[in-house]
C-alpha cells in the first residue's frame, strides 16, 4: 500500500464541509443569477446597445476574470517575494 493510499484511508481527518456554491441551493441560485440577468439584459438591450458603453465590457471582463480565477492578490504563487534580486 502506498503512502498516497494510507492517506486517504484515515477517516480520523475531519471533513469540510461541500462549498455553497456547489451546494443544491447556490446552483439555484447562479442559475437564477443568470436568468435574471439574460432578461434583463433582453429588456435594456436599447439602452446597453446605444450608450457606448458596452466597447469597456471587454476590458472589465478581462479584469474580473484575473481577479477571479486567481483568488484576487496573492494568487500568482511566487510574486512580490523578493526572490528576483
Same mark, same amino acid.
Given at each position: ?24 441551493? &447556490?446552483?439555484?441560485?447562479? $442559475?437564477? *443569477?443568470? %436568468?435574471? #440577468? /439574460?432578461?434583463? &439584459?433582453?429588456?435594456?438591450? $436599447?439602452? *446597453?446597445? %446605444?450608450? #457606448? /458603453?458596452l ?15 486567481h ?8 510574486h512580490g ?5
Open positions: 500500500m502506498t503512502e498516497h493510499s494510507e492517506h486517504h484511508m484515515n477517516r480520523d481527518e475531519p471533513t469540510r464541509p461541500p462549498s455553497f456554491w456547489r451546494s443544491r441551493a &447556490g446552483i439555484y441560485l447562479i $442559475v437564477a *443569477l443568470a %436568468g435574471g #440577468g /439574460l432578461l434583463l &439584459g433582453y429588456e435594456h438591450r $436599447v439602452h *446597453l446597445l %446605444g450608450s #457606448g /458603453l466597447i469597456w465590457l471587454p476590458l472589465l471582463l478581462c479584469v474580473g476574470m484575473h481577479f477571479f480565477m483568488g484576487g492578490h496573492g494568487g500568482h504563487g511566487g517575494k523578493g526572490d528576483d534580486t
